[in-house]
């Protein structure tokens, strides 16, 4: 079993769905992108996955679900929204030993870099912490990294008033062209919602 050591923080492997679960949405916004599930889904593509716990003293104080993917621009160890650490624990640490646990397991796997792509707010503090790790912002994006946090306590107007002129139109535009808007359990409708995207993506 591959550890890495920071200030008492110890890496190592999570083979418990319900440990893992229980951690990550126990946190104040739990990105799905880290859950086990997501995981499960990665493999289902045929990626390898790796599922890391941050523990202190055998308290599971953060997770990593991590992927090895093998591009054009380089092998390399992905962490779609992650880490996801606990809000009271020393984020400086947890990013530390998770580092240097990334820099040895990448070696093993002969990857180029390192990927993080953390769900966290865009402070001076934060950057700082990255850029001392030897991390540095990539010149493209793979996931959102603006993201809008919409109160839907609101009635309807209030929610189109707050929004961009264009995007309210959009919507009015849809109601006139009869858009329907359906939610469904029925295992079909993924089937209909992947022949849609093709088509779209075509044209």
């Known amino acids: 079993m591959n550890k890495a050591n920071s200030n008492s923080i110890e890496i190592k492997e999570v083979s418990s769905k319900e440990a893992w679960e229980s951690f990550l949405l126990a946190q104040d916004l739990p990105p799905f992108m880290q859950s086990w599930n997501a995981g499960d ?3 289902k593509m045929g990626e390898n996955i790796l599922r890391l716990g941050l523990y202190n003293q055998d308290k599971l104080i ?3 679900l991590i992927s090895v993917i093998d591009a054009r621009r380089g092998k ?3 962490a779609p929204y992650g880490p996801v ?3 009271s624990s020393d984020k400086v640490s947890a990013y530390q030993a998770l580092t240097e646990y990334l820099r040895q397991k990448g070696k093993e796997l002969s990857c180029d870099f390192i990927r993080l792509a953390p769900y966290l707010e865009r ?3 934060n950057e700082g912490m ?3 790790l030897g991390y540095r912002t ?3 994006h793979v996931l959102s990294e603006i993201v809008w946090k919409l109160d839907l306590t609101l009635s309807e107007d209030e929610l189109l008033m707050n929004m961009r002129k264009t995007t309210r139109n959009l919507i009015r535009r849809a109601i006139k062209d009869n858009v329907v808007m359906e939610k469904t359990t029925e295992d079909s409708a993924v089937s209909t919602f992947i022949e849609l995207m093709q ?3 075509k044209r």
């Open 199 to 201: 088509s779209t993506f």
């Open 76 to 78: 390399h160890l992905y």
């Open 123 to 125: 402070t001076d503090e």
């Open 138 to 140: 990539s010149p493209i």
């Open 62 to 64: 953060g997770v990593c």
């Open 85 to 87: 650490i606990h809000g």
């Open 41 to 43: 889904l990665a493999e």
């Open 130 to 132: 990255l850029k001392a």
